[in-house]
């Protein structure tokens, strides 16, 4: 009797874990719309920006009454995506680096929304350039290119002025850069310039430095085929530069352990004099590490050397291709109204720049157009009354981008060569006898070796 | 000394009994098997095979298995040993192997004598020891991630950094500390010996509660000083759980991925790369799906590793221990 009661209490034990296991995973109760999970912001992001994404959420079901939004926490984050992506936690709507969008459409990740960018004219009106990014072989459409940047010199004028520098004069040549820097740190004890130099992005920022410089981290032989051309004068430079404002002029501070979040944070807390990223910063800035906007200013960067740009990118709205019909047209719905018809609807584009100022978002931030430049200057004429970002700390930039030519990322083994890239920045700024020429030949055998073995 | 006289008389007839028994000899049967109570024993084992099957062993085989093949956790196929031959063709591994031996041997010659020095000292203390006990453990229960960032701040090499206002009053000037190649590594052991020391104290403290106070008195009447009673007295009846201890922070510092991982990311220039940051870069490195069987393949190695020095410890100390 005393061995059933306990075989009994045990077969209840077991009962209740193994339900509530199963509750773990039963779907909530469904209200007959069709259900769409988006993505929305990174974690952490202030409470304004789900204001304004909650006044946009309800607009849009307003006017489509059969669909309920849910608004999901997303960053696309190198590490993460991968694992996000096989696990099928990924938002039905999400964002991707202009980077990852080829391979994960030739690994059929990507949902083929040819025949509704095409409905909806975009596969007209999209810069082909950038529509290139998300067509495979045959012209088929996996996405659409929602924002493009180029790469930007981003200054904090208040460290400007207190080492005597005109906030309103930012540097225009590499030489101007390290004077200033020199002086910034000189004066203030804070970091002049610095660069990110870890978690792929130290390969990125000298990636783009080596554009600066007019060199090129990779060929594509056009034939399917890549050759990795490192060692070019253009990095070289790049590091040298590196290598004599840390170890000669001491003017890059102390940390030289930085990736995207962090130097974000060090930049808005007034530790970073200048830095490049991405022209897009400012929104994050702001909204996520509480950046001060009187003391941003934003420049080109720089350039010198034969042939050199702008490294440019961006991110596509995509979908998951695991999602059912009904889902899928209702985030190509979305998608449309949440990162399209802005871009060249009067009403949408005033609709979206209002509900966004309204909630202290920033709007007007320096962007590549996604069109043709035209669309994107009667654009901004429409947005204008709206526009709270401080565009004449930023005109640097609004009057320097047009001469610079947009340059692509490189396209094979991008960011396992980026990590490949990061140890050289490292190692050039926290050794003082680091060879470049030893570091760069040899980062080059691995990145060939890299890409051969892909 | 009667005590141990009867009990195996006691244990000879019982065994005797058992064997003669009809019950004994019987077959066993489903229903005896169910009579004796073992439905209830498996439903009552079930939560934990379970839980183990799902969260432990399955994935442990999964990863054997993921170790063959070449996989994007959507669609895989064989390669044999492909992946293990990747590994060792990685010019990164003998970095990594270096650094993570660097790591364990200074966590060795600083990490593993200073809890037990500790615990000895504590353990003479007359008065306060719950006090003492409760700040050597305080470490403990910081969580991980809290106690990097805040050993992050610490380490700021800037002259301002709190690490460097501390020697600046004695005329030392700032250190990199984890922002050179040289001092990364042995910043990283610093923080974790500091993080896990309260842990080995605890149980250091327990084990010296088991050394019969009698010997002790022994020593002090042939008139040992108190290093002589530690050398002679504590340390050889310590001896089993420092073995244990030992093997422990050999396994754990082989593993060790926190600390690197957090503070440095592997950098300045790999010097902080250890097998584990490898491993979670093949898997994790790369947005567009990582390497999932070369870095199954690494574990699958390191564990075969860990498992074969764990085997070998346990032969090689067997006398010592058991004597």
Not at chain 1, 45 to 66: G, K, L, S, W
Not at chain 1, 329 to 354: C, G, H, P, T
Not at chain 2, 97 to 104: D, G, I, S, W
Not at chain 2, 255 to 267: A, I, K, S, W
């Amino acid at each position: 009797m005393k061995s059933r009661s306990k075989a009994l209490v045990a077969g209840f034990a077991a009962f209740g874990i193994v339900a509530s296991l199963a509750a773990c995973t039963t779907p909530g109760a469904s209200s007959g719309k069709t259900e769409i999970r988006v993505a929305t912001f990174p974690a952490g992001a202030d409470a304004a920006a789900y204001e304004a994404f909650a006044v946009q959420e309800a607009q849009f079901e307003e006017a489509n009454p059969d669909i309920d939004v849910i608004g999901v926490e997303y960053e696309w984050e190198g590490p993460t995506f991968a694992v996000q992506l096989a696990g099928g936690s990924l938002p039905d709507v999400f964002t991707v680096p202009f980077t990852d969008a080829k391979t994960l459409l030739q690994n059929d990740q990507l949902m083929d929304v040819t025949a509704e960018a095409e409905a909806l004219g975009y596969a007209d009106k999209i810069n082909p350039i950038l529509l290139e990014a998300v067509q495979d072989d045959a012209g088929n459409i996996y996405g659409f290119p929602r924002q493009a940047y180029a790469m930007g010199l981003h200054y904090n004028r208040e460290l400007f002025e207190a080492a005597g520098l005109d906030p309103d004069s930012p540097p225009t040549t590499w030489e101007e850069v390290r004077e200033d820097a020199k002086a910034i740190s000189d004066a203030t004890g804070k970091a002049g310039y610095m660069q990110m130099t870890m978690n792929n992005t130290g390969g990125w920022q000298l990636t783009a430095a080596t554009v600066a410089h007019g060199g090129r981290t990779q060929v594509d032989n056009g034939d399917g085929t890549y050759t990795s051309t490192i060692n070019n004068p253009g990095t070289v430079a790049a590091l040298e530069f590196l290598k004599t404002a840390r170890w000669e002029d001491n003017s890059l501070g102390s940390n030289f352990l930085l990736d995207w979040g962090t130097i974000n944070q060090e930049f808005a807390a007034g530790n970073i004099g200048m830095y490049t990223t991405g022209s897009d910063i400012y929104t994050a800035l702001v909204r996520d590490f509480s950046l001060d906007p009187s003391v941003y200013g934003i420049t080109v960067v720089p350039t010198d050397g034969e042939d050199p740009g702008t490294l440019g990118g961006g991110d596509i709205a995509v979908m998951s291709p695991a999602i059912d019909a009904a889902t899928k047209a209702a985030s190509v719905k979305w998608i449309d109204f949440y990162y399209m018809q802005r871009l060249f609807n009067e009403d949408a584009a005033k609709l979206d720049a209002k509900t966004l100022a309204d909630s202290d978002q920033a709007v007007g931030t320096p962007l590549l157009p996604i069109l043709d430049d035209e669309t994107e200057q009667q654009r901004l004429s429409w947005i204008e009354e709206y526009v709270n970002v401080p565009r004449d700390q930023m005109t640097g930039f609004f009057d320097g981008i047009g001469a610079q030519t947009p340059v692509g990322e490189p396209k094979a083994q991008t960011q396992a060569i980026y990590a490949l890239l990061d140890a050289v920045v490292q190692a050039v700024l926290t050794d003082q006898n680091a060879d470049i020429d030893a570091l760069l030949t040899k980062a080059d055998e691995d990145a060939q070796a890299l890409i051969d073995g892909n | 000394m009667t005590i141990t006289e009867k009990a195996p008389a006691l244990l000879e007839s019982e065994r005797e009994q058992r064997v003669l028994t009809p019950r004994a000899r019987q077959r066993r049967s489903p229903l005896t098997w169910f009579r004796g109570g073992g439905l209830s024993n498996l439903i009552f084992l079930a939560p934990m095979l379970i839980v183990f099957g799902v969260f432990s062993w399955s994935p442990i085989i999964q990863s054997f298995i993921m170790s063959l093949q070449k996989t994007n956790l959507i669609t895989s196929q064989w390669v044999g040993l492909d992946n293990f031959a990747n590994v060792l063709a990685d010019p990164l591994l003998g970095t990594a192997v270096l650094n993570t031996l660097y790591f364990a041997g200074l966590a060795l010659v600083f990490g593993f004598p200073l809890p037990l020095l500790l615990a000895v000292l504590m353990s003479e203390v007359k008065r306060g020891k719950g006090v003492y006990s409760a700040l050597a453990y305080l470490p403990v229960i910081i969580p991980p991630v809290v106690a990097v960032l805040l050993w992050k701040f610490f380490y700021d090499a800037s002259p301002t950094g709190v690490f460097n206002t501390i020697i600046g009053w004695v005329g030392i000037p700032p250190q990199p500390w984890i922002q050179s190649a040289v001092s990364a590594m042995p910043s990283l052991v610093l923080e974790a010996t500091w993080a896990a020391a309260g842990g080995s104290i605890i149980i250091y403290l327990a084990a010296l509660l088991s050394v019969p106070p009698e010997l002790y008195d022994a020593a002090e009447v042939d008139g040992a000083s108190i290093w002589r009673k530690i050398w002679h007295v504590t340390l050889p009846q310590l001896r089993g759980v420092l073995f244990i201890m030992l093997i422990l922070q050999v396994i754990a510092t082989a593993q060790v991925f926190l600390e690197p991982f957090l503070f440095t990311g592997g950098g300045p220039n790999n010097s902080t790369v250890t097998v584990l940051v490898l491993i979670y870069r093949y898997a994790f490195q790369n947005s567009l799906g990582g390497n999932y069987g070369e870095a199954t393949a690494l574990s699958v190695m390191l564990a075969i590793v860990l498992a074969v020095l764990s085997f070998a410890y346990f032969k090689l100390t067997e006398r010592w221990s058991s004597n």
